[in-house]
């Protein structure tokens, strides 16, 4: 079910004798554990059919499988985030890569990032308009250049040496995000952009959905972390941004610290109002404040939870941000909060049952 490209190295062996301390020694006991979020925002019962509903929580379990399946077999949590995301990333429910929302100009401008937390190596890219797996260029970034972040022009240049897979625009192209944004764009008095080259006929997109459309996505984003068996912790984030964005803005997905984190106790994604986030630099944010109330317990608490709540419930809701996180730690405990409605979410590991969640009423 993998298909990696020729920048993708067998990888992350080399990282292998990577000191630790002994609290967060590899674990070779066997164990692994995976998080998952899809977006989150105003995503509530009475307004979700069946059918889409159905759908959702289809696409998270296949997000399980694929990441459970590497990771059950040994492989590695770098692996199994950027298999996990890559296929998202193809699947136009989610608002990343195929399926990704339209800028005001009528493009689609891709962010993703991704950090490994045995050696806080981290890559990203930014504004990439035809790079089919952005989550694969992060990784190419951090395992093959000298930089942390790529942006726009340089970016895909970079990404051509590297021989990583690209796309006509239309790949990306759904109907229902580019009729969202022409109702955007409306909204806010702008020309409206011309239908990308090699798009599809129109075709028919109730208002209804339209509406649902725009509250549920309204920051979107696909992230993965992930624990393998040799204890490493690993994250990744993906997004097409927000609906109508101009002026090249860039959200917290591709910003290590603020939508993507690791460290060798600690992973986390998010998704949200990116400027908050940024602002907030939430992800290291929540691990800073495990660190903290792991040194200040006299015995072991679920301090995943208690940080990502923490964080998101207190820090982020009083500045007025919206949004959530998924967190994974050390002895793979996950967690997730958010302060919207809904978030799409799910969570297994090998001493545990699946999850996998939509609304805010759900464990």
Request: hydrophobic share 40%; glycine share 12%.
């Amino acid at each position: 079910m993998r298909i990696f490209t020729a920048a993708i190295v067998a990888g992350f062996m080399a990282s292998a004798g990577f000191a630790q301390d002994s609290e967060n020694a590899a674990q070779d006991d066997g164990s692994w554990a995976i998080v998952v979020h899809g977006g989150a925002g105003v995503i509530e019962r009475e307004s979700m059919t069946a059918e889409t509903e159905a759908a959702y929580r289809a696409a998270m379990n296949a997000a399980l499988d694929r990441g459970g399946e590497i990771l059950s077999a040994g492989g590695s949590a770098i692996d199994a985030v950027e298999a996990v995301i890559r296929a998202m990333e193809d699947d136009p429910l989610f608002n990343a890569g195929r399926g990704a929302v339209f800028t005001a100009a009528g493009r689609n401008e891709l962010d993703s990032s991704i950090m490994d937390g045995s050696t806080l190596n981290a890559g990203a890219v930014a504004g990439v308009t035809g790079i089919r797996h952005p989550i694969t260029a992060a990784r190419a970034v951090m395992e093959n250049s000298r930089h942390v972040m790529l942006t726009g022009e340089g970016a895909e240049a970079f990404a051509r040496e590297q021989e990583l897979e690209f796309v006509d625009p239309a790949f990306f192209f759904t109907e229902r995000r580019w009729r969202s944004m022409e109702r955007a764009v409306g909204d806010m008095g702008l020309p409206l952009p011309e239908r990308p080259d090699g798009a599809p006929e129109p075709e028919e997109i109730e208002e209804g959905h339209l509406d649902l459309l725009e509250r549920e996505h309204r920051f979107g984003t696909v992230g993965v972390v992930a624990l393998d068996m040799s204890g490493n912790i690993v994250a990744g984030t993906s997004t097409g941004g927000t609906t109508a964005k101009r002026w090249g803005r860039v959200g917290d997905s591709p910003v290590i610290g603020a939508g993507t984190y690791a460290t060798n106790s600690c992973g986390v994604s998010a998704t949200g109002t990116g400027e908050y986030f940024i602002r907030l630099n939430i992800a290291a944010r929540i691990c800073h404040e495990m660190e903290i109330m792991d040194r200040g317990a006299e015995e072991r608490t679920y301090a995943a939870q208690d940080a990502a709540d923490s964080v998101i419930q207190g820090d982020l809701t009083d500045l007025g941000g919206d949004g959530g996180v998924i967190v994974l730690s050390a002895s793979g405990e996950t967690a997730w909060s958010f302060n919207t409605p809904g978030m799409y979410r799910a969570s297994w590991g090998s001493d545990r049952d699946r999850i996998v969640a939509i609304y805010g009423d759900e464990e």
